[in-house]
C-alpha cells in the first residue's frame, strides 16, 4: 500500500517549520520539505527529506533528516546561485526546482507554511507541475493577511494565492474573515497554534516555584523592526523605573538597537537589564516560568507565540492587540492588550500588573486551565492529524 506523501514548502531554519512537521512523526507518510529560501535546517527537524538548491547536511541534523539539493558541493551551488542571481535567474530556477520536485515526487498534499516566501513560490511553480500539482494547502502564518494584504505590492499576489489553493490554515479567527474578504472560497482547517502544542507535563519542573507574584523578572521580547516594537516596550520601562528597582528585565531576541537601548536604559536608571543571548527552547521557556510580566508588542502578527509560551509558564501577559490576543487573553484579567506604539498606556498597564499580586496570581491559574483546554499536546496533535487523515482520504477517494 502507498505510503501517504506530503510535501511542504517552508522556510527551513523556522523552529515553527520544524514544530508543525513534528506533529506527523512516527505516522509512517512519507514527508518532503522543500526550502523556501536558504537556510539551515532546524535542529528539531526529524523524519523528513528536506530539498533545497543550496542547503547541505550538518551535525546539528538528526538521522532521520535526509538532505537533497541540486548540487552535491555546497560552494560550488553558493557561488552558482549568486551568479544566477546577478543575472535574475535565481527565482526562475528555485521555481523549476520545485516543479520538477513536484512532478517527480507526485505527493498527495502540498502544503506551504507561510504566504510571502512559501506561498508566492508555490504560485509561481504550479504551471510548469501540471497535471501533477496536487491539492494545496495554504498556511497563513503571522502578518501574512493582516499587515501585508494592505500593501498594494503584495495585495494582487495574495488574492492570487488564495484563488489558487484549496485549503487554508491559520491560527487566527480574524484571519479566516480576512481570507474570505480576500476572496478565498475553499475549505477553512480547524484554527490551531502554528507552533503545535505544548507538553504541560515534561516544561511544568521549568516553572519556578512559588507564586507568579513572588517573581522578579519582567521579560521583553526585543523585536524592532517593520513590526517588532520593543523600543516602546522599553520607553514604558524607563517610565516606571521606581517600581521596578527590585527587579530584573530580560531582553530576548533583541537587535542590535535595542541591545543599544537597553544597555542605555540601565545606565540611566539602575536598572538591572541584560539581554538574553541565544538559548535552547526550554532555556527561554525557563525565563518565561521565572518572570512576574511578560511584554510583548508588535503592530502586526498572527498569535504569538512568545504570548501562548508566557501564558503557559504563568507569566502574565502585557500585549499588544494587533497579534490576535483578544482570542486568548480576557483584557484585564488573563492578560493586558495595548496600543503597540504607546509608552503611556504600556507604562501603565506595567504600573497595574507590578502593584496587583492578586491579579497575576489569578491570571496565572486562569492560563494554566486554557493551556490545558486548548494548548496540550495532547489536544492539538490529534486535531492536526485527523487534518491530514481526512484530506488524505478525500484525496485518494478521487
Known amino acids: 500500500m502507498k505510503r501517504p506523501r506530503i510535501l511542504f514548502v517552508a522556510l527551513p531554519d523556522s523552529v515553527h517549520t520544524a514544530r508543525w512537521i513534528s506533529q506527523l512523526a512516527g505516522l509512517g507518510w512519507d514527508v518532503h520539505l522543500f526550502a523556501s ?63 520538477c520536485l ?3 515526487l507526485k505527493p498527495d498534499i502540498i502544503q506551504t507554511l507561510e504566504i510571502q516566501h512559501a506561498g508566492y513560490l508555490t504560485l509561481a511553480a504550479k504551471p510548469y507541475a501540471g497535471k501533477y500539482f496536487p491539492k494545496w494547502i495554504v498556511t497563513n502564518w503571522g502578518s501574512d493577511l493582516y499587515l501585508f494584504s494592505r500593501l498594494a505590492a503584495h495585495f494582487p499576489r495574495i488574492k492570487a494565492v488564495l484563488a489558487a489553493c484549496d485549503y487554508y490554515s491559520c491560527e ?34 521549568l516553572q519556578q516555584p512559588g507564586s507568579v507574584s513572588s517573581r522578579r523578572v519582567v521579560v521583553v521580547k526585543g523585536y524592532q523592526h517593520w513590526a517588532g516594537r520593543a523600543l516602546v516596550a522599553l520607553r514604558a520601562i524607563a517610565l516606571c523605573s521606581n517600581e521596578l528597582a527590585d527587579y530584573e528585565i530580560a531582553v530576548y531576541l533583541a537587535s542590535s538597537d535595542v541591545k543599544v537601548s537597553a544597555e542605555l536604559l540601565a545606565v540611566d536608571t539602575g536598572l538591572c537589564v541584560r539581554t538574553v543571548p541565544p538559548c535552547s527552547h526550554d532555556e527561554m521557556l525557563r525565563l518565561f516560568g521565572s518572570a512576574r510580566i511578560y511584554i510583548g508588542l508588535s503592530i502586526s502578527d498572527a498569535i504569538s507565540t512568545s504570548l501562548l509560551e508566557a501564558m503557559v509558564m504563568g507569566a ?30 504600556v507604562a501603565a498597564a ?49
Request: hydrophobic share 45%; with cysteine; net charge positive.
Open 37 to 99: 529560501s536558504d537556510g539551515v535546517p532546524h535542529p528539531s527537524l526529524r523524519h523528513v527529506t528536506v530539498h533545497s538548491l543550496s542547503i547541505y547536511r550538518t551535525r546539528d541534523m538528526r538521522p532521520s533528516v535526509r538532505v537533497f539539493g541540486l548540487w552535491p558541493w555546497q560552494v560550488g551551488a553558493q557561488v552558482l546561485l549568486r551568479a544566477l542571481r546577478e543575472f535574475r535567474l535565481g527565482r526562475f530556477l528555485h521555481v523549476m526546482w520545485l516543479a
Open 102 to 104: 513536484i512532478r517527480w
Open 172 to 205: 487566527c479567527q480574524r484571519d479566516v474573515q480576512l481570507a474570505r474578504q480576500l476572496g478565498f472560497k475553499g475549505i477553512v482547517f480547524p484554527v490551531v497554534p502554528n507552533s503545535g502544542g505544548f507538553d504541560l507535563d515534561r516544561i511544568r519542573h
Open 316 to 345: 502574565f501577559p502585557i500585549q499588544s492587540h494587533t497579534a490576535c490576543a483578544d482570542e486568548w487573553v480576557v483584557d484585564g484579567e488573563t492578560g493586558m492588550l495595548v496600543p503597540p506604539e504607546d509608552p503611556e498606556i
Open 350 to 398: 506595567l504600573r497595574r500588573a507590578l502593584a496587583d499580586d492578586a491579579l497575576v496570581d489569578h491570571a496565572a491559574i486562569r492560563n494554566g486551565c486554557l493551556a490545558r483546554e486548548r494548548l496540550a499536546v495532547q489536544v492539538i496533535q490529534p486535531q492536526v492529524v485527523d487534518m491530514y487523515r481526512n484530506l488524505l482520504t478525500s484525496v485518494a477517494s478521487r
